[in-house]
């Protein structure tokens, strides 16, 4: 089943347009795992500080439109 969700993933950036990159799946899955609702700061600071994962803001948020454009 994981597998299917990363390969729809995949298809959505695909279809506008953005690569898939881990910093990518690491919004997703943020985003995924979580149990609570969070903003793109919070993500964001999440990822780069205790994640140690290095993303951009530019990323997050355009990971999080993308996703919100396509339910």
């Known amino acids: ?5 990363i390969n ?3 298809d959505i950036l695909k279809r506008e347009n953005l690569r898939y990159t881990s910093q ?3 919004v ?3 985003i995924k795992n979580s149990t ?3 903003d793109a700061e919070e993500i964001y600071l999440h990822l780069n500080n205790r994640k140690k994962i290095k993303v ?3 990323t997050v948020y355009r990971t999080i439109d993308v996703l919100v454009k396509n339910n």
Do not use: G, L, P, Y
């Open 8 to 10: 729809n993933f995949k």
């Open 56 to 58: 951009s803001r530019a």
């Open 1 to 5: 089943k994981e597998k299917i969700i």
């Open 36 to 38: 609570e609702h969070r």
């Open 28 to 30: 997703w899955d943020e």
């Open 24 to 26: 990518r799946q690491a």
